[in-house]
């Protein structure tokens, strides 16, 4: 066995309401959680109108010298970093095309992808994952199709990211779109499962068969927009409405007027959901999911796993993204807690790490 000594990675996950930094260690087969951070300005409740159109509520400047205080802070010592792009920001694909050579299909990709792209080709940088019958067999087509997942970020992002890391003193590592980093970091089987984020602005969902990401979606609304509407219903302030969620969320408890605030908005997710999963089934209908697995800040609400196992047939979980990684058994309830806010962050810092 070739061996290499100790290997340090850093994932950094830029959200809309936090940033979260994972920093592991790989010696030998085993990762270990070497640092991790969670940089949360106060602003959180603020109506942040303009934070679609930019990657985050900080601008630039501030995004780097809130990061080179952390690293401070913490004590992280990695110098390369991996980042991840919005799943809002960016646009996954699913497409067809007859079966070739990569050459092939990288140069069919770039001729045909303005069909699928709904931004200039010169505004994005694109990029594919090739789904192989030989390597999967989830392929229900005939074998003279392949399957191939299209992904486009748009090129200002991209640069955005790679001058933050270098103000910072990075070298730009991995760069992906965050539901890659979920799937690393969230799927254990090779099985059909379906991730649901539900973070502070946004809420994705992706279909992951076999590895493979074949659907990705999202919603424009999540923790942020709970609370909203639980100032709206309960007539309190945001700082208390937060607390309410956090205390009663959609448990089914007699007058519970948080639940009755947000399950609209939960109503809403679930039909996203719901339909996602039929489109997946009616083009593969001898499939079934393994399970649903929820994950971001928001998962953490009181009553979820109740509401979601009442909604769905399908088992639905909260997925743990440190189980490839161990830590001092002390942290263990810490990281419990904390886990479905470092999904993203633990993926990427994986990434260093797959072969
Ligand atoms: N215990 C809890 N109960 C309910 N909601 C919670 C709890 N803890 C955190 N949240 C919510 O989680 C959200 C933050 O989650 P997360 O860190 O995944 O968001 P983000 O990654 O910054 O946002 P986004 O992914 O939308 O850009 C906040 O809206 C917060 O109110
Ligand atoms: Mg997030």
């Not at 830029?14 to 990762?31: D, M, N």
């Not at 699913?94 to 505004?123: C, G, H, T, W």
């Not at 991730?195 to 590895?211: C, E, F, L």
Request: proline share 4%.
């Amino acid at each position: 066995m070739f061996f290499k000594g100790k290997q340090t990675s850093l994932g950094i996950d830029i959200g809309t309401s936090s940033i979260k930094l994972v920093e592991l260690q790989k010696e030998g087969e085993f990762i270990h959680l070497k640092n991790y951070a969670e940089y949360k300005p106060e602003d959180d409740l603020k109506d942040l109108i303009t934070f679609r159109s930019s990657m985050t509520p900080f601008s630039e400047t501030e995004l780097t010298s809130i990061l080179k205080n952390i690293i401070s802070a913490s004590g992280i010592e990695s110098r390369r970093a991996n980042f991840s792009i919005p799943v809002f920001s960016s646009f996954l694909t699913l497409i067809e095309m007859p079966q070739m050579s990569d050459e092939d299909i990288a140069r069919a990709i770039e001729f045909q992808a303005n069909k699928y792209i709904p931004v200039p080709l010169s505004e994005v940088f694109l990029n594919w994952v090739v789904i192989r019958e030989n390597n999967n067999s989830i392929q229900q087509n005939s074998k003279d199709k392949v399957e191939v997942l299209l992904v486009a970020a748009p090129k200002d992002i991209i640069e955005r990211y790679s001058r933050l890391a270098s103000d910072v003193g990075f070298e730009l590592g991995l760069l992906e779109v965050e539901n890659f980093s979920l799937v690393r970091s969230l799927c254990s089987s090779k099985n059909l499962n379906l991730i649901i984020d539900i973070g502070a602005r946004t809420s994705s969902v992706t279909i992951v068969d076999n590895g493979f990401i074949r659907l990705s979606s999202f919603l424009e609304f999540s923790g942020f927009h709970f609370t909203k509407a639980i100032t709206e219903r309960l007539k309190v302030d945001e700082a208390r409405a937060e607390r309410l969620k956090m205390e009663n969320g959609l448990l089914k408890k007699p007058q519970n007027q948080v639940r009755e605030a947000i399950l609209p908005l939960f109503d809403k997710l679930s039909f996203f959901v719901e339909s996602a999963i039929s489109i997946y089934l009616g083009k593969n209908p001898d499939k079934e999911f393994e399970k649903i697995i929820l994950t971001g800040g928001s998962s953490r609400i009181p009553g979820i796993l109740e509401y979601f196992s009442e909604r769905f047939k399908i088992p639905v979980e909260k997925g743990n993204p440190f189980f490839k990684i161990s830590y001092p058994q002390i942290l263990k309830d810490k990281i419990q807690e904390i886990a479905p806010n470092f999904s993203i962050a633990c993926g990427l810092a994986l990434g260093d790490f797959e072969v």
